[in-house]
């Protein structure tokens, strides 16, 4: 399908994503991602790129491969992230380092990265990954939360650098949902980070696919900026 | 070719992509000493912004070497590597030199 749109999405192996691959695969999009590790799936019209997305090197290998073989691309879709509970005494400079090259440095490289390649064609959809712990000043996740209060800042300044080469850029907040990236968080603050929502119950992989389908669809070329946080937050 | 003229080709290349979306007055000719940044450029700084991508996207292509051409150190320099094909072209050419050598 050589004219099928062209998809990016980060962080690939596992969790939310992993769910997302198959789902733009079956609606047509041909898919490359990347994550540290191996994917434990083969999907067709899937291509996977080990690499850490705050990696400038590899991250620009990676655009010159799908440059090269896809000539193109539609949507990019920054989920790889990193979370970490702890204590912000508590917390070591080595988590601090890691967050913020994961969450910021990789989204923003990604953004960069596919923007000069969608402004080629004048049309682009970025989305990046924010979370509700940023508004709700969760405990605990003083560095995670800042991490992606700064994501948002990017995509509302992306937004206005980048609309007039076609590319809006916006961001989805998700509430928990149960991967591994929440997987080390007792149940009772899970709980009672829940019951702060105005919609009580775990976020669903088809939550962010839905939030992510209306940023990307053609008929949104007058959203941009904006930030989605699920569950009423 | 040398790489001078390589690269020199490479921003025509480049040239001739942002000329698609510039008015016909405003359409840079494809000679060393056409001005693009400063007085007497017909770029403003979004139109540079898409010549220095595609330039570095066809140098990407061309010579297989990612460059960036925007660093802190083209902005800090006396004299802008910006201001004419040819200037710009010398400067790139100290980036894959050192790219290449690293
Ligand atoms: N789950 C939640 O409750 C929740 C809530 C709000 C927001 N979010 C956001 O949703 C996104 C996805 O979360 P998730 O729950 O799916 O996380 P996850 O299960 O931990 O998966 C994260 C993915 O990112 C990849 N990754 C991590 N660091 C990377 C790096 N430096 N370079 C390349 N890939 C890297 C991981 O693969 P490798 O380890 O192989 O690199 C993995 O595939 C994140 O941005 C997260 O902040 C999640």
Do not use: W
Not at chain 1, 39 to 48: A, C, P, Q, S
Not at chain 1, 66 to 78: K, P, V, Y
């Amino acid at each position: 399908m050589p004219d099928s749109p062209v998809m990016v999405i980060t962080g690939t192996s596992k969790g939310i994503v992993k769910y997302l691959v198959g789902y733009y695969t079956d609606k047509g999009y041909r898919v490359a991602g990347c994550s540290r590790g191996e994917t434990d799936y083969k999907i067709d019209n899937y291509r996977h790129f080990c690499l850490d997305v705050s990696s400038e090197d590899d991250v620009k290998k990676m655009f010159s491969a799908i440059r090269r073989d896809f000539g193109r691309l539609d949507a990019l879709i920054n989920n790889a992230g990193v979370a970490s509970m702890n204590h912000s005494l508590l917390t070591p400079m080595s988590s601090v380092d890691k967050i913020f090259k994961t969450n910021l440095y990789g989204t923003f490289l990604f953004c960069r990265e596919a923007a000069r390649l969608m402004q080629t064609n004048k049309f682009g959809r970025i989305v990046n990954f924010a979370t509700v712990a940023t508004p709700l000043k969760l405990e605990g996740e003083a560095l995670y939360a800042s991490s992606k209060a700064a994501v948002v800042s990017l995509t509302e300044i992306l937004a206005r650098e980048l609309a007039d080469f076609g590319i809006t850029v916006n961001a989805v907040g998700p509430t928990p949902v149960k991967t591994d990236l929440i997987k080390s968080v007792p149940v009772e603050k899970m709980d009672s980070l829940i019951n702060r929502q105005a919609i009580r119950r775990y976020g669903e992989f088809r939550d962010i696919s839905n939030a992510i389908d209306f940023f990307i669809q053609p008929e949104s070329d007058f959203i941009t900026g904006q930030v989605i946080y699920l569950g009423g937050v | 070719m040398s790489d001078n003229e390589i690269i020199l080709k490479a921003l025509y290349d480049a040239v001739e992509q942002v000329n698609i979306d510039l008015p016909a007055d405003q359409k840079l000719a494809k000679s060393p000493v056409t001005v693009l940044f400063g007085p007497g450029s017909s770029l403003d700084s979004l139109g540079l912004v898409n010549l220095i991508v595609a330039a570095e996207q066809k140098i990407d292509e061309n010579m297989s070497v990612a460059i960036s051409i925007a660093d802190e150190r083209a902005m800090s320099q006396k004299n802008s590597p910006f201001r004419t094909i040819q200037t710009l072209a010398d400067y790139i050419d100290i980036l894959v030199q050192e790219k290449t050598n690293a």
